[in-house]
């Protein structure tokens, strides 16, 4: 088999940038935790720093009559079954997706 011209430390770079990025992301979520349960401690609902400003908001989370609940259901199968009879068209593209070995640390 010929030797492949693919750039394996790019690939490596990219697995590093990946791990990282779940690094930061799951430590942004635990401060994300802690600062809004100071802020709101605090009485107030904006911290401006030199970098921006924090600004608490309320958000919706709705829930639905059991009416609509079945609707929706409804609407999945139909959307499933016209997938599956090729009633349905899709459009395809070549992505990239990265699987990092789990149990490692990837730093």
């Given at each position: 088999m010929p030797?492949?011209?693919l750039d394996?430390?790019?690939?490596?770079?990219y697995a590093?940038?990946?791990?990282?990025?779940?690094a930061i992301e799951e430590t942004q979520k635990e401060l994300k935790t802690i600062l809004l349960q100071s802020i709101t401690q605090e009485g107030v609902?904006?911290?401006?720093?030199n970098e921006g400003t924090f600004s608490t908001f309320r958000q919706k989370q709705w829930?639905?009559?059991?009416e609509v609940?079945?609707?929706?259901k409804d609407l999945d199968n139909l959307m499933?079954?016209?997938?599956?009879?090729g009633?349905?068209?899709?459009?395809?593209?070549?992505?990239?997706?990265f699987y990092p070995k789990v149990g490692r640390d990837n730093h």
């Open positions: 030797e492949s011209t394996k430390a790019l690939f490596q770079q590093k940038l990946e791990a990282d990025r779940r609902d904006r911290i401006a720093i829930k639905y009559s059991p609940e079945i609707a929706a499933a079954e016209e997938k599956a009879t009633r349905a068209s899709f459009k395809e593209s070549i992505s990239l997706k």
